[in-house]
């Protein structure tokens, strides 16, 4: 069976249980007797590693995701990619219009030898 972590939502202390995979979100009480909520870690079982992490549903298709697996392919089936900060995100534009502007320059050097031949002109 996997360890799960757990965290006291009052006293935030953190509390591994034994679980099994379909009983991870089956939270055990804290030793102050609060609640407390599952937080993402990695489970080991064998050779097979999954993160699991707070449940939720997905924004596009409406899916339930609840590992980090799931997560990805979720988001690769969309076309989406995770947020990587402000620095990453900048540098993707960059990348990006740097790509558009290639593309473009080749149309448009395709289009001037187009019409260079027609003209009869040699480049």
């Not at 009480?29 to 079982?45: A, F, L, P, R």
């Not at 995770?82 to 320059?105: F, H, I, L, S, T």
Request: hydrophobic share 30%; charged share 35%.
């Amino acid at each position: 069976m996997p360890t799960y972590t757990y965290r006291c939502l009052k006293c935030e202390t953190e509390v591994d249980a034994f679980r099994r995979m379909a009983d991870y979100n089956d939270c055990p009480t804290c030793e102050c007797g609060s609640d407390t909520k599952k937080i993402m870690n990695v489970c080991q079982i064998g050779a097979f590693s999954t993160k699991v992490m707070e449940p939720y549903l997905s924004p596009v298709t409406n899916k339930p995701i609840n590992t980090l697996r799931a997560r990805d392919r979720d988001m690769k089936e969309n076309g989406c990619r995770p947020w990587e900060g402000v620095k990453a995100e900048k540098q993707e534009v960059e990348r990006k219009k740097k790509y558009n502007e290639e593309k473009m320059d080749k149309v448009v050097e395709k289009e001037l030898h187009k019409t260079a031949a027609k003209m009869n002109i040699k480049l």
